[in-house]
């Protein structure tokens, strides 16, 4: 297999060297959770957990960490959208740690009163100084004057009554990320099986200088497959210093991977005893992925959520993301497993690689693509990515070679697939008919060479000699007998409708034997790439003239 791979991943129109994007979905088969699978999973961990506490009330961490959640769902929810996607691992990360800062925000200025939900802590501690400074402005105001002393107690009453409607909720939103930092190292520390990835690792083996794997993914299924199919492994992490490059060269046999977003067994290392931290470079220390997943410890993994982490400078995050552009400006064509597109600075790497060379390709595989006749380009880089460079056709009609070929299935079953596709021109002809008298009608025999199709119909229609002169269908039958035309003609009848018309099956319609030929028969429907059609002609002697829809 791994010769396949890697001679596959040096053929065809733009070959070269192929590297690997992986995302969430890569390591779903592994039985790890999806993103937005996670969110919830340490949601009802943390309520599982106050009610099994001794704590006599819900903590203030899970009372934060719900309001925050229920927040962001609600928030999506009423302005339409869907709210069961409204919450992944990272967003409710991002959401804890802005929260946990609020005050600190650029907005914060603006903001007269953050969601009522962010108040109604009962609980939390109120600022010792103020309850002070009241208790001192009680005592003092027998030796003021009245305006005096009353001014005195009314500023330290609206000083606490202030800390009550918008308490300092830094503590428990802290507590809150601690909580799922821990989560995350035990929920992602356990996988299945892995052997699915063997393909990758062939890929490392025999592609000349070795793989270049770039993941968003924080869990070690990529480090345990290879240790168990003998391939070595450089993540470039273990010998970065602050203040250098992390520079990781191809090498023949080796699969490098960057993990761009942190990983379960990466700890932020500690400032250097007696050192100032704030002039202590911030570097990682990796830790024994076994004492990561089964010890509690007081340090949490190094993970990078939000826009603003993913281009902060602290840290590796800067030096990840320049070695990522660096693997990608060495390969002609990028192979992407599980990945939602819905990390910004993601996109705009991989928009502007393609957009830089007209040779490059991708390659995507999804568990699921969407079959739409137009794909809509403003609505998401993954609609955008499909519509500008997955199309067979240019504005005229004619046939152009794609530049990104999408895959659907499991990683697990299709790891290979993506790793050997490269874009190819589509199927010429993209249907084929075959006709024949059958007693009292005409039969036609369909078959699709293209893409798979959704929402498919047939229809047929008498040719004419202008596009533009108005006709009627003539009515096709899925079954014996068809009435003669004269008859068929007077009633309604829909044409054959297919909720799925898979790329070589054949479909069997019926016409009338009297049908007036030349006729056209068209196929339309939806495809993984789009609108998808064809025309056939079915001249006097039923033979057979192809010619593309449109």
């Known amino acids: 297999m791994g010769e396949d791979v890697a001679d596959q991943a040096c053929a065809g129109p733009s070959a070269g060297r192929t590297a690997v994007l992986l995302g969430a979905g890569a390591s779903?088969?592994?039985?790890?959770?999806?993103?937005?699978?996670?969110?919830?999973?340490?949601?009802?961990?943390?309520?599982?957990?106050?009610v099994n506490s001794f704590e006599p009330a819900i903590p203030d961490w899970v009372?934060?960490?719900?309001?925050?959640?229920?927040?962001?769902?609600?928030?999506?929810?009423?302005?339409?959208?869907?709210?069961?996607?409204?919450?992944?691992?990272?967003?409710?990360?991002s959401a804890v740690r802005l929260l946990r800062a609020r005050d600190d925000h650029e907005v914060a200025p603006f903001v007269s009163s953050w969601a009522p939900a962010l108040s109604n802590f009962g609980s939390?501690?109120?600022?010792?100084?103020?309850?002070?400074?009241?208790?001192?402005?009680?005592?003092?105001?027998?030796?003021?004057?009245?305006?005096?002393?009353?001014?005195?107690?009314?500023?330290?009453?609206?000083?606490?009554?202030?800390?009550?409607?918008?308490?300092?909720?830094s503590r428990p939103f802290a507590d809150a990320e601690t909580f799922i930092l821990n989560s995350l190292v035990e929920l992602l520390g356990g996988h299945k099986?892995?052997?699915?990835?063997?393909?990758?690792?062939?890929?490392a083996r025999t592609q000349p200088g070795g793989a270049d794997v770039i993941t968003l993914n924080?869990?070690?299924?990529?480090?345990?497959?290879?240790?168990?199919?003998?391939?070595?492994?450089?993540?470039?992490?273990?010998?970065?210093?602050?203040?250098?490059?992390?520079?990781i060269d191809p090498v023949d046999g080796t699969l490098n991977l960057l993990k761009l977003h942190g990983s379960l067994d990466w700890r932020p290392s500690a400032p250097q005893h007696g050192s100032d931290p704030q002039l202590s470079p911030r570097g990682i220390e990796i830790v024994n992925p076994g004492i990561a997943r089964d010890v509690p410890r007081p340090d949490l993994p190094w993970i990078v959520v939000g826009d603003r982490e993913k281009l902060a400078t602290d840290g590796p995050t800067l030096a990840l993301n320049f070695a990522a552009r660096s693997a990608l400006l060495r390969t002609n064509h990028l192979a992407v497993i599980g990945y939602s597109f819905g990390d910004a600075h993601i996109n705009a790497m991989i928009r502007d690689w393609l957009a830089a060379d007209p040779a490059r390709t991708m390659s995507v595989l999804d568990v699921r693509w969407p079959r739409e006749k137009y794909y809509r380009p403003n609505l998401d880089f993954r609609s955008a990515l499909i519509a500008r460079y997955g199309r067979h056709n240019d504005s005229q009609g004619q046939p152009i070679l794609p530049r990104v070929v999408p895959l659907e299935g499991l990683a697990s079953e299709r790891f290979a697939d993506v790793l050997r596709a490269r874009p190819e021109q589509a199927a010429d002809p993209l249907a084929s008919a075959v006709t024949a008298r059958d007693g009292a009608a005409i039969q036609v025999k369909v078959t699709w060479h293209g893409p798979d199709l959704a929402e498919a119909t047939l229809s047929m229609w008498p040719e004419t000699s202008s596009r533009y002169q108005v006709t009627s269908s003539i009515i096709l039958y899925e079954d014996l007998p068809a009435p003669s035309s004269d008859s068929a003609n007077h009633g309604w009848a829909q044409d054959p409708w297919y909720q799925v018309w898979p790329t070589g099956v054949t479909k069997t319609v019926y016409v009338p034997a009297d049908t007036v030929l030349p006729v056209e028969l068209r196929i339309e429907g939806a495809s993984i790439v789009g609108a998808q059609g064809w025309t056939i002609h079915i001249h006097n002697d039923i033979e057979r003239d192809l010619e593309q829809l449109g």
């Open 124 to 169: 939390v501690d109120l600022p010792t100084q103020s309850a002070r400074a009241l208790l001192r402005a009680i005592a003092d105001s027998s030796n003021k004057w009245p305006g005096f002393a009353d001014r005195d107690v009314t500023e330290a009453v609206a000083e606490i009554a202030r800390a009550a409607v918008r308490p300092d909720l």
């Open 193 to 203: 099986d892995v052997d699915y990835f063997e393909p990758l690792l062939d890929l």
């Open 63 to 93: 009372r934060a960490l719900n309001a925050a959640y229920a927040g962001m769902v609600g928030y999506r929810g009423a302005r339409g959208n869907n709210p069961l996607s409204a919450v992944n691992i990272e967003t409710l990360i």
């Open 28 to 50: 779903a088969d592994a039985g790890l959770l999806l993103t937005s699978e996670l969110a919830a999973a340490i949601i009802e961990k943390a309520n599982g957990f106050s």
């Open 218 to 247: 924080y869990d070690l299924t990529i480090e345990t497959a290879a240790a168990t199919g003998g391939v070595a492994i450089n993540r470039g992490i273990e010998s970065w210093r602050p203040g250098e490059n992390l520079d």
